[in-house]
């Protein structure tokens, strides 16, 4: 099938570009490049030794949206990755995020269905379970977001919802993913986040080269075995083969179903720095300090929606995610070079 990806140029986009090429898909990736490079992209086509065109543009403007549709010819589905999801900032700017994040998905909707286009894979978060307290975190459970980035991915969910509801060709797939981290094997692509990086795995890159002199443990009094907090990090090569489960999925089915995509396995911020320090041989400065407001204690998934749907499961252990981010970080210590 023929796959637009909006926001294809960045972290995640990039690696299920990878994916979907090399599952025999072709892709089309429209992006604003407002936090990602085109030459994520070069290396896609690098990598698989495809073709990973990508149209400079903005999703919430309805002729660049046209554009890509009259260009590439028939478009299959879309993967919805384009958005902005710094949760700290969508505090200081609430109305870009709502704006962008909406407006992005209110346009691409009516535009697809100019083109005969209906299958549609959403980008949501698990952010969407908000203080949730029972794990694991099952798609059945209540919601609730504690930032406006979190009530922009909960509102594209229920407009998505109400318009699969309302149009029934429309074939929605609403991924809500976990942590994901990690990077390509060949270190060729992977996260390059602007500025002090504000999640844990990049962080801990920087430390590890030596940009930033140590990483602070954000509380240790939490009830965890170790006091710190607990996330499910995926694999983003997992995530990315997971949105090819999730649109081959979507082609056959009406209507719209809401999937966890995590491993389903928690770790705490200080397993993560032990991991990263045992296999790749590095020691990682770090001191605790208090916890940083709106963290939840512990956030992990219940996989078996992802495994009975999809037929996919996450493969890739934590080893692999702190030997990958490591090997992108050290072969790329300025990223693209933005
Ligand atoms: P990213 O910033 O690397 O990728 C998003 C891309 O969208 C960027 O390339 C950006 O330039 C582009 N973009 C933003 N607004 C746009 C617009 N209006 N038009 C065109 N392009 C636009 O982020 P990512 O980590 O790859 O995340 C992809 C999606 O997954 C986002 O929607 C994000 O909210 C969601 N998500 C990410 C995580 C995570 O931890 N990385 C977790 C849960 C959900
Ligand atoms: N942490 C530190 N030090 C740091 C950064 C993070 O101790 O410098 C800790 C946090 O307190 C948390 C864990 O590492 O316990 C993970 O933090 P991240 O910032 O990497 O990730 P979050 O779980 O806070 O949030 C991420 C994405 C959100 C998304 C959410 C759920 O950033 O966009 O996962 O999917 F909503």
Redesign the pocket.
Known sequence: MKVLLTGGAGFIGSHTAVALLEAGHEIVALDNLYNSSPEALKRVEEITGKKAPLVVGDCTDEKDLRKVFEQYGHIDAVVHFAGL???GESVQKPLDYYQNNLDSTFTLLRVMRMYGCHALVFSS?????GTNQEMPLREDFPTGCT?P??WT?WMNEQVLTDCAHADEKLKVVLL??????GAHESGRIGEDPAGI????????CQVASGKLDH?????SD?PTPDG??????IHVCDLAEGHVAALEYAMGHAGVEIINLGTGEGY??LD?VHTFERVNGLKLPYQI?A??P????I?YSDVTKAERLLHWHAKRNLEAMCRDSWNWQKHNPQGYGK
């Open positions: 999801k710094a949760v978060s698990a952010t969407v379970y930032s980035y979190g991915k809500r993913y976990f942590n994901p981290i990086p504000n999640n844990l795995m990049p962080f801990i990483l602070n443990v954000f509380g939490y710190t907090g607990v996330r499910d990090y705490s911020v993560i300090t916890r940083r709106g963290d939840v204690a956030c």
